[in-house]
């Protein structure tokens, strides 16, 4: 109780100092907090069934489409439980500036595999499973545009041509879903892959991606080398990974996000051990006849220690929780504004526990010298210096 009363009491000698500390060490932790958010939101480590869906693709990428005859093949793989076609469309709705992400799917086995991401009521599912031209709209984007069920609109093609030679499409609002969990999109739709397929001009029976569910999750990667086996001399061979890993396979052409965000993160946490230990060292000096009266009052050299441990602990808490609440809520924020883009990116629990174990790591290094420095201390020399 002593040792924490003197803590406090010691904390507020030197505010200035105290404060530039725990910025340093503040800036650090939002530095780490909103970068890690982003690179986890990339790397969709935290997204919904990530692990456990399994995407079949074009081995050179998304753009690259594979036959829909590989969907029907998929699904008559033994540990398939459940399977669906994808395929993106590039639209936009009035202007070309008003882009919006939609892919077109086979309803029932899509809603199957995706009710862990999006929420949809029975009546607005029913419509539009029966609905051919049917449109499943995400609530925010149906607000964003006035739509509602029923309404009819014409959404117009970058890429993809109709018979007619218009790249006009014509839909009805058939459903509308919302986020089956915070922080995901909203911002999507999409339609039956029959119908659009249908009125293609050129670049029918085409996908991008065939969205797998396995019955046994252990055989998942044994499915998907047998996929892959089956097509690696056809003209479009494929790559089988876990959503999550395709995610991290993304990354990696642009990139390794992961080791951008750890060296500077890391070099954040070098400016801030100089700055914060030769602070708390400096300070250790200043005090040494504060620490011989104490020592002379009969205060062990592990008491002493303890004291300025204690210092160091309240600092680099203090900043860590700082930094850290920061970052939640600018999180909170780019993931508002960025869901269509990075759906659920918010502060996971891995990332706290990583800053968890730094603020440990950053106490340990910061404070083994001040706290031996302070243990150390001569009671004779201290009062003669005082």
Sequence with gaps: MR?????????????????????????????????????TAFRLEDQ????????????????????????RDVARQPN?????????????????????SAVMVEPETYLDLS?????????????????????LVGRALAERYGWKRGDQVTLQSFTDLR???????????AGIYTAAQPG????????????YNEALLTGRDRINWVLVQGRDLAANDAMARTIDAGYANSAAATRTQSEAALGRAFLSQIGDLMLIVRLIVGAAFVVILCVVGNTLIFMVGERTGEIGVLKTLGFSRLRVARIFAGEVALIAVAGAVAGMSVAALIVSALGTALKDVLPGMTMGASTLAMAAGLVALLILLTGILPVLQAGRVNIVEALGRK
């Design 80 to 100: 398939v439980a459940v399977s669906s076609p994808v395929r993106m469309a590039l639209v936009y709705w009035r202007q070309p500036k008003d882009i919006v």
């Design 48 to 71: 919904p069934g990530g692990h456990e869906r399994m995407m079949v693709v074009n081995r050179n990428g998304f753009q690259q489409t594979l036959p829909i005859a590989y969907a």
């Design 115 to 135: 009710k862990d991401v999006v929420k949809v009521a029975d009546e607005d599912r029913a419509r539009f499973v029966a609905t051919r031209d049917g449109l």
């Design 163 to 173: 018979e007619d030679g218009s790249r006009a499409w014509r839909f009805t609002v």
């Design 184 to 195: 995901g999109s909203e911002l999507a739709m999409a339609g039956h892959f029959a119908y």
């Design 3 to 39: 040792e924490t009363t003197l803590v406090r009491r010691n904390a507020l000698r030197n505010p200035v100092r105290m404060l530039l500390m725990v910025g340093c060490i503040a800036v650090a932790f939002l530095i780490f907090g909103v970068l890690s958010a982003v690179a």
